[in-house]
């Protein structure tokens, strides 16, 4: 619930030159104005799309759909119910779940259906993540990403659980997703971001260098 600052917004803006999306407590159009006019390209929202999904709509017809990437944190749910999409793995059955206050708290929502909703309200991108592989640098979550980007039309961002590039290469041979999300194999620099592209190249994953 605590709104994203104006001035870091600002201050990221003055020292890259590379786009940029900010979520965080993203609930209104005036969030995502003071957001956008502060320099960042887009503008992620999770639960306030949850809470009020006719905002994923409001924001696309006034900034244009290219701005709007909807956050999907999802876990699987082993509690098994009618009208949700079952999945087996492991001897298990279980349905994606999705998570609203940074995966703290269920919905009761299917991540399938949600992705579908929020591509047909006007969502530009979804950035994926899969709270099971999230942190474990595992590698991502093969089969949520690919359900999801198998469900949509518009760009899937994977997202949790990377720990080498070859799990960037994985995820992008196996799920077709659009984008890879990192982050400790960079923020430890365990790997550079173009010794990394370099790789991805190498495994003829297309890759801008």
């Not at 998570?99 to 309200?121: R, S, V």
């Not at 980007?149 to 070859?166: E, F, L, Y």
């Given at each position: 619930?605590?709104?994203?600052?104006?001035?870091l917004?600002?201050?990221?803006?003055?020292?890259?030159?590379?786009?940029?999306?900010?979520?965080?407590?993203?609930?209104?159009?005036?969030?995502?104005?003071?957001?956008?006019?502060?320099g960042?390209?887009?503008?992620?929202?999770?639960?306030?799309?949850?809470?009020?999904p006719?905002?994923i709509?409001?924001?696309?017809?006034?900034?244009?759909?290219?701005?709007?990437?909807?956050?999907i944190?999802?876990?699987?749910?082993?509690?098994?119910?009618?009208?949700?999409?079952?999945?087996?793995?492991?001897?298990?059955?279980?349905?994606?779940?999705?998570?609203?206050?940074?995966?703290?708290q269920g919905?009761?929502?299917?991540?399938?259906?949600?992705?579908?909703?929020?591509?047909?309200?006007?969502a530009?991108?979804?950035?994926?993540?899969?709270?099971?592989?999230?942190?474990?640098?595992?590698g991502?979550?093969?089969?949520?990403?690919?359900?999801?980007?198998?469900?949509?039309?518009?760009?899937?961002?994977?997202?949790?659980?990377?720990?080498?590039?070859d799990?960037?290469?994985?995820?992008?041979?196996?799920s077709?997703?659009d984008?890879?999300?990192?982050?400790?194999?960079?923020?430890?620099?365990?790997?550079?971001?173009?010794?990394?592209?370099?790789?991805?190249k190498?495994?003829?994953?297309p890759v801008?260098?």
């Amino acid at each position: 619930q605590r709104k994203t600052l104006k001035e870091l917004v600002r201050n990221v803006a003055s020292v890259i030159d590379i786009p940029f999306t900010v979520g965080g407590g993203v609930k209104s159009l005036d969030d995502a104005r003071n957001i956008l006019l502060n320099g960042a390209d887009k503008v992620g929202i999770n639960t306030g799309a949850i809470n009020n999904p006719a905002v994923i709509t409001e924001l696309m017809e006034l900034f244009g759909r290219q701005c709007v990437v909807v956050a999907i944190d999802a876990k699987r749910n082993f509690d098994i119910q009618n009208e949700k999409n079952i999945f087996s793995e492991n001897g298990k059955q279980f349905w994606f779940e999705v998570f609203i206050f940074g995966g703290k708290q269920g919905t009761g929502i299917d991540a399938i259906e949600w992705a579908k909703k929020a591509d047909d309200l006007g969502a530009g991108e979804i950035l994926l993540t899969s709270i099971d592989k999230d942190g474990t640098r595992d590698g991502y979550d093969i089969l949520l990403t690919r359900e999801i980007v198998n469900s949509v039309s518009i760009p899937v961002i994977a997202s949790g659980g990377c720990g080498t590039p070859d799990d960037m290469v994985n995820v992008f041979k196996e799920s077709n997703a659009d984008a890879a999300l990192a982050a400790s194999i960079f923020h430890y620099q365990t790997h550079g971001v173009n010794g990394v592209k370099m790789h991805l190249k190498e495994k003829k994953i297309p890759v801008r260098l």
